[in-house]
């Protein structure tokens, strides 16, 4: 046992602790009377007191009026007690009257508490000793070696915890009539035991709680014991789609059926695999994965892997338009009056506020033209897009763009002039064309942006392209539907287009436009992109794009500049990624791993492998790591798929709270193109999938089967 040392016996006690004082008699007149001095002795003068042992102390008094003009401090100590300095509590208990006389003191040590708190091993959780909705239970145990009981009481601990069956005090000792102790200083050491039990909300699940316990003796001796517990606990999350309408604002969730997709927690196990913890979708959009432990995890829902740490994922998209809508094929072709007597090419932005995502459709200006105040187009298709019904309130609008011949190549500009619509319409999944006709109004150019922009900053972060191609830098003003609850809603039509030479900075000065959507948001881009056709036989596709954005519009001392670059490093299977050509892999599980962009700070990934057969899976992961696996039955042995990967930095919320596209978003984006070799290494599918068709031959239909797979990329992406 430790000693506590009592210097000077109780001199050392009685002087450094308390003040000793002499209380003199006297009278009331102005004369002076000396006290007689008084002398006090303490025996023995210097002791060393072991714990738990007892010791006796005899102090004397002499000279003056004796015990009548000494009073000791601990007289004023209910109980007459008294606590040494020290790691140890000792208490003092006095025979008689608290004046000259014999004391005894004895010091009371710490309990030992000879329990451990369960922390891992043993739950349902993998690892995790509590679990979500389960009694969590422990059971205290403590050794009183001066022969008293031990109590326990939580110090501190989380809501619900609490302590039964703790003992009430018992001393060892206790004085008798003439002050000595009535049981031995040397009497058996005795333990106590009681029981702390707690229930994990959903709330304490997966986080970590802390635990404090403190246990005290009968004799004032304490100890405390603390630990945290991370309980396992349930994924309880939703997915669904959140239609807003954007001329009230107000917003319709549509559930996704997840009854019959595979729902599931992916949990890294440190070996480069994952321990999987099954989960249960419902037809209302609601999914449910128990004993899932803390930390971060793969989420796979249907064709998603989401990297997420939170317990109560959300995985939804927003957009405009109603929810009923049919996505087919159809063509639309324009003939739109009201323009002066010019000879000039034209874009048109078909747009349907009604739709979702605005059922866009882009008719650029090789086939848009205006001749004699007439705009002829001869039809522009808009692959698997919403059908429009003039029944459901479906209605179009015609942003035309016309370009400004006063700049001079290598400049270009073009701006949103004229306007077509409201125009209801009814299409149908067919190839003739649908006439959009009517009489076009100007749009008044009543604003202005600077256009400044740091073209070089762009093309230094371009990756290796095909000899003879590049990519083409855009400054861009985006009129979007906005809303202050979902960010932006989707991606409006461009109201400006300027172009100029990408080796030199962008300063042209300050120019006109016009916002035909005023209760839009404007948004400041620019966008430097590039894609190709690499390859007829396999189908091979290419694409690379930087979008840089901001609320803001540029200025002079603040030009746009890439906000984030690509990736850095990307490879398949330990073999670059190379844009040029179609690479072969040889295994049907590719890892894809890469570096962090040189510029910038990626909020997160999205990771997306599409197979380029028609009606295969697309898979997308949105992660915050730099690697990923392709999980089993994704990809087929002798099929052409896209891997693309997209660096994204966004001012809203992150993935573990749902995916909101910020104003002030940018991302860059790599495509390539794979073939998975015949004899490639398989594994046993994690997922599911139809049989594969024949890869689709070259000819006129391929890009229709690019442009598929590309789909939920570019949605992604924007």
């Known amino acids: 046992m430790p000693k506590g040392i009592l210097v000077a016996g109780l001199i050392l006690f009685a002087l450094t602790n308390f003040f000793l004082f002499v209380a003199c008699g006297g009278s009331s007149s102005a004369s002076t009377t000396t006290p007689s001095p008084v002398s006090i002795a303490i025996l023995p003068a210097a002791a060393s007191l072991n714990i738990n042992q007892q010791q006796r102390f005899n102090d004397r008094i002499s000279g003056g009026s004796g015990n009548s003009a000494v009073t000791w401090p601990v007289q004023e100590n209910t109980g007459r007690t008294v606590t040494s300095p020290g790691p140890h509590r000792c208490r003092g208990r006095f025979a008689g009257t608290p004046l000259a006389g014999d004391h005894h003191m004895v010091c009371a040590p710490a309990p030992t508490i000879t329990s451990t708190p369960p922390q891992t091993g043993g739950g349902a959780g993998g690892g995790s000793v509590a679990t979500e909705g389960q009694v969590y239970s422990y059971t205290l145990q ?82 405390t014991q603390s630990w945290s517990v991370t309980p396992s606990g349930t994924i309880r999350g939703s997915a669904g789609t959140t239609y807003v309408d954007i001329s009230s604002g107000q917003a319709t969730t549509v559930p996704v059926d997840l009854s019959s997709s595979t729902v599931q927690a992916l949990v890294p196990n440190g070996n480069g695999g994952s321990t999987v913890y099954p989960g249960q979708g419902t037809a209302s959009g609601t999914f449910t994965i128990p004993n899932v432990p803390a930390g971060t995890y793969y989420l796979q829902a249907w064709n998603r892997y989401d990297q997420v740490q939170t317990s109560d994922p959300w995985l939804g998209t927003v957009m405009t338009g109603r ?104 299409t149908t999944a067919t190839n003739t064309p649908f006439t959009v006709s009517g009489a076009v109004q100007p749009i008044v150019q009543d604003q202005a942006v600077p256009i400044e922009v740091a073209a070089p900053s762009f093309t230094a972060l371009r990756p290796q392209l095909p000899t003879g191609s590049s990519a083409n830098l855009s400054f861009l003003v985006y009129s979007d539907p906005y809303s202050s609850t979902y960010g932006v809603l989707e991606e409006g039509p461009p109201v400006l287009t300027y172009s100029g030479d990408p080796t030199t900075d962008w300063t042209a000065g300050s120019v006109p436009f016009g916002n035909p959507f005023p209760a839009h948001a404007l948004r400041y881009c620019a966008l430097d992109e590039w894609s190709s056709l690499v ?18 519009a540029p200025s002079s001392g603040s030009p746009v500049s890439p906000a984030i670059g690509p990736v850095t490093s990307p490879q ?78 966004n001012a809203s919320p992150d993935i573990d709270a749902g995916y909101f596209w910020s104003p002030d978003e940018s991302a860059t984006l790599l495509i390539t ?43 992604r992406h924007r």
């Open 142 to 223: 403590a050794t009183d070696t001066a022969g008293g009981t031990v109590s326990f009481a939580l110090t501190s601990g989380p809501v619900g915890a609490s302590i039964s069956n703790s003992p009430s005090p018992t001393m060892c000792c206790s004085p008798s009539a003439t002050g000595a102790l009535a049981k031995s200083v040397n009497a058996a050491a005795a333990t106590s035991t009681a029981t702390l039990t707690w229930t994990p909300t959903h709330q304490q699940a997966r986080t970590a709680n802390a635990f404090t316990v403190t246990a005290t003796t009968s004799e004032g001796g304490r100890a």
């Open 323 to 426: 929810s009923n809508a049919t996505n087919q094929n159809y063509f639309l072709s324009f003939s739109l009056t009201g323009f002066p007597s010019i000879a000039t090419s034209a874009g048109v932005y078909w747009w349907v506020p009604n739709l979702p995502d605005g059922g866009h459709m882009f008719v650029g200006s090789q086939t848009a033209q205006i001749a004699n105040g007439t705009l002829s187009s001869t039809g522009g298709s808009q692959s698997y897009s919403p059908l429009m019904d003039a029944s459901q309130g479906d209605a179009g609008y015609a942003v035309i763009s016309t370009p400004d011949p006063s700049y001079p190549s290598p400049q270009s500009l073009s701006s949103a002039t004229y306007l077509f619509g409201p125009d209801p319409l009814t």
């Open 535 to 552: 390859s007829y036989s396999p189908v091979g596709f290419s694409l690379y794009e930087l979008l840089s954005c901001s609320s803001t």
């Open 572 to 649: 398949i299977d330990g073999v670059a990624m190379d844009l040029t050509t179609v690479q072969t892999i040889n295994s049907t599980t590719p890892t894809i791993s890469w570096s962090p962009p040189a510029v910038g700070t990626p909020s997160y990934y999205f990771v997306n492998i599409s197979s380029l057969s028609p009606g295969e899976p697309s898979i997308t992961f949105s992660i915050h790591d730099t690697q990923v696996t392709v999980p089993a039955g994704v990809l087929v042995q002798g099929e052409t798929a896209m891997v693309g990967i997209d660096a994204t930095t």
């Open 673 to 715: 193109s794979v073939t998975v070799a015949s004899t490639a290494s398989t594994t046993t599918p994690a997922v599911s999938r139809a049989a594969v068709p024949a890869p689709a031959a070259a000819g006129p239909g391929l890009m229709k089967y690019v442009r598929q797979g590309l789909a939920q990329v570019l949605a």
